[in-house]
Nanobody
Framework: QLQLVESGGGLVQAGGSLRLSCVAS????????MGWYRQAPGKQREAVAS???????DYADSVKGRFTISRDTAKNTIYLQMNSLIPDDTAVYYC?????????WGQGTQVTVSS
């Protein structure tokens, strides 16, 4: 029932910025939690940032102070503002939503940070 569509990935220089968007097919207040995960080649998928329906946020230590998760409820959209990007941020970024007892994933968007 829940569909998630990401956009905004690309190739940037170290120190640059990107903003990722994830559009949900239902009212995001109905979604228990949403967030962003990433997976680099040869590494496990890791949680980057999350936001609950009540607006509470959480971040991985590796991105605190650089990334910000936010939402626009009128557009059923969450965002990930990524600043001061470093090559270690290179990964496929996935939007995630927990709805009822199930987990849903977007198709992923590639972020590449060059030196």
């Amino acid at each position: 029932q829940l569909q998630l569509v990401e956009s905004g990935g690309g190739l940037v220089q170290a120190g640059g910025s990107l903003r990722l968007s994830c559009v949900a097919s239902i009212n995001i207040f109905s979604i228990t939690a949403m967030g962003w995960y990433r997976q680099a080649p040869g590494k496990q998928r890791e949680a980057v940032a999350s936001i609950t329906s009540g607006g509470r946020t959480d971040y991985a230590d590796s991105v605190k102070g650089r990334f910000t998760i936010s939402r626009d409820t009128a557009k059923n959209t969450i965002y990930l503002q990524m600043n001061s990007l470093i090559p270690d941020d290179t990964a496929v970024y996935y939007c995630h939503g927990q709805y009822w007892i199930r987990n849903y994933w977007g198709q992923g968007t590639q972020v590449t940070v060059s030196s």
